[in-house]
């Protein structure tokens, strides 16, 4: 049997409120407005996986793959610095890889399972997991198809998750909401329908505050505490 290991997002009040860090064995995905710090969040994590588990990391590596070109080694560095690691083994322990088709995505899974069985990974990313979906089923009457491509992709990721002890962490878009939604002023909701819903085991919702300032809630899961967390977006990535 795998036991979890659960890796720092960098913020106590974020672990926390995830009872430890980001597990693994399942799916947290992260969904909010742009410069919610979905992405920056993902840095981060790319390096605290990186950490002895004494320190709250997995002690393994990453691997990234980018579907919208925002990865930025250059914000591993500074990152890399904060946590008294070395930049450069850190960069090379994550692996990556940007994806331009919903299919290139899936076939890219299918070459990291492969790297998986052979190399320690701890942490997969995937940002955005939707965007090329919602690009690739832009037409009318696409979307039933779509879901159901959007389905055989979580259910790998999951298959991923459980059979290497990874974390996976999935970024995901907001959503007009006319029906109404928690963001009140402006509507809102996570795309990628009920297949999304099903699939990640936590749901992180972000949304800005004052300045620097991020707002974290759980959605939708009954079994961990209600209650907004706030955390800061720095160059040394996310912290308290
Ligand atoms: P999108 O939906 O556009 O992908 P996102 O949720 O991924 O948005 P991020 O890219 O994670 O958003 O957050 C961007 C924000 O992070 C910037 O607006 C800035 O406030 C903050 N940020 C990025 N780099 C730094 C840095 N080096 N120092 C401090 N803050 C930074
Ligand atoms: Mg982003």
Do not use: W
């Amino acid at each position: 049997r795998k036991s979890v290991v659960r890796i720092t997002t960098g913020s106590q009040a974020l672990d926390e409120l995830l009872g430890g860090g980001i597990e693994t064995l399942c799916i947290t995905e992260a969904f909010g407005e742009f410069r919610s710090g979905k992405t920056q969040l993902a840095h981060t994590l790319c390096v605290s996986t990186q950490l002895p588990i004494h320190m709250h990391g997995g002690n393994g590596k990453v691997a990234y793959i980018d579907t919208e070109g925002t990865f930025r080694p250059e914000r591993i560095v500074p990152i890399a610095e904060r946590f008294g690691m070395d930049a450069n083994a850190v960069l090379d322990n994550i692996i990556y890889a940007r994806a331009y088709t919903y299919e290139h995505q899936y076939n890219l899974l299918l070459g990291l399972a492969a790297k998986m069985a052979e190399e320690p990974f701890r942490l997969l990313i995937v940002d955005s997991v939707i965007a090329l979906f919602r690009v690739d089923f832009s037409g009318r009457g696409e979307l039933a198809e779509r879901q159901q491509k959007l389905a055989q992709m979580l259910s790998r990721l999951t298959k991923i998750a459980e059979e290497f002890n990874v974390a996976v962490y999935i970024t995901n878009q907001v959503i007009a909401d006319p029906g109404g939604g928690m963001f009140i002023s402006d509507p809102k909701k996570p795309a990628g329908g009920h297949v999304l819903a099903h699939a990640a085991t936590i749901r992180l919702m972000l949304r800005k505050g004052k300045g620097e300032q991020r707002v974290c809630k759980i959605f939708d899961a009954p079994n961990l505490p209600e209650g907004e967390h706030v955390f800061q977006v720095t160059s040394g990535g996310i912290m308290d």
